[in-house]
């Protein structure tokens, strides 16, 4: 079975920096577009960035110029460094990764538990 296991939120002041993983492990033929989402309180999810497996890669217009989405193959892991952290940035994060299982033709869309980034003062 294939899990994708985040970590790296936290509390953290405005204008301070986390950096987010997520690791996919298990029977794993190959993995696709990675990404991470992210809902607040209120609001819908929202897709925060994305990176293809050949590591182009898209954001939210709020989140240009200060977050930057990364990835390595070799590890079947994404990262998401965040800097100049705001308030509103405020959120569960969730990973996503479209992989493809040894055995299976198709890709499927797997997430992670998520994890609490809160920015405050």
């Known amino acids: 079975q294939v899990q994708l296991v985040e970590s790296g939120g936290g509390l953290v002041q405005p204008g301070g920096s986390l950096r987010l993983s997520c690791a996919a492990s298990?029977?794993?033929?190959?993995?696709?577009?990675m990404g991470w989402y992210r809902q607040a309180p209120g609001k819908e999810r929202e897709l925060v960035a994305a990176?293809?497996?050949?590591?182009?890669?898209k954001y939210v217009d709020s989140v240009k110029g200060r977050f930057t989405i990364s990835r390595d193959n070799a590890k079947n892991t994404v990262y998401l460094q965040m800097n100049s952290l705001k308030p509103e940035d405020t959120a569960g994060y969730y990973c996503?990764?479209?992989?493809?299982?040894?055995?299976?033709?198709?890709?499927?869309?797997?997430w992670g538990q998520g994890t609490q980034v809160t920015v405050s003062s």
């Open positions: 990176i293809t497996s050949g590591g182009s890669a």
């Open positions: 996503n990764a479209d992989i493809q299982r040894y055995y299976r033709g198709n890709y499927y869309a797997y």
């Open positions: 298990g029977r794993i033929l190959s993995i696709n577009t």
